[in-house]
T-cell receptor, first 111, second 114 residues
């Protein structure tokens, strides 16, 4: 059974700083997803990572996947307040499309 | 274009009552998913429909929960004899049904069972 763990669960950072959110998963995952959720809102897709070594970037966010280490990272560069949100990673397994989510990382970027 | 829509946005019910939650997927999306989000359990998969295939019901927590998808489009999640632990945000998502395709989530229905 696939399990997904994120850390940290809470992250408070200053504007302009860099930081990384980690997502470990327990068994082979076909692919890895990153979502963003603003308070009271639904989930917004950020990235889909399909293969070992995949790297995707959008603005100040960059996601990568290391299938051998069963690790994905979400790197935040020069954080701005607008990035404050909860970030979830999710995996899927065995050809199934159902997603298994981590508990989320609540990011707060302080001015 | 229009995204995934869900109704109602909020539902308050009394313990023991039945509720129906509705999901309208993105037009052309053959795959439809239900998840729920609660403080205690996080985001949990409930059920998945893909085209005409039998649904994957492996995430339904009890036989009080059921879902159907009519005409390959709209889906209804029904919870019978609601319990307080059913209180959560129920999220619907849809995708093209192609492997590794992004799942697009609706705004959710917040269910409160008193």
């Amino acid at each position: 059974e696939l399990k997904v763990e994120q850390n940290p669960l809470f992250l408070s950072m200053q504007e302009g700083k860099n930081y990384t959110i980690y997502c470990n998963y327990s068994t082979t995952s076909d692919r890895l997803y990153w979502y963003r959720q603003d308070p009271g809102k639904s989930l917004e897709s950020l990235f889909v990572l399909l293969s070992n070594g995949a790297v995707k970037q959008e603005g100040r966010l960059m996601a990568s996947l290391d299938t051998k280490a069963r690790l994905s990272t979400l790197h935040i560069t020069a954080a701005v307040h607008d990035l404050s949100a909860t970030y979830f990673c999710a995996g899927s397994q065995g050809g199934s499309e159902k997603l298994v989510f981590g508990k989320g990382t609540k990011l707060t970027v302080n001015p | 274009g229009a995204g995934v829509s869900q109704s109602p946005s909020n539902k308050v019910t009394e313990k023991g009552k039945d509720v129906e939650l509705r999901c309208d997927p993105i037009s052309g999306h053959t795959a439809l998913y239900w998840y729920r989000q609660s403080l205690g359990q996080g985001l949990e998969f409930l059920i998945y429909f893909q085209g005409n295939s039998a649904p994957d019901k492996s995430g339904l927590p009890s036989d009080r929960f059921s879902a159907e998808r009519t005409g390959g489009s709209v889906s209804t999640l029904t919870i019978q004899r609601t319990q307080q632990e059913d209180s959560a945000v129920y999220l619907c998502a849809s995708s093209l049904g192609i492997a590794a395709d992004t799942q697009y989530f609706g705004p959710g229905t917040r269910l409160t069972v008193l």
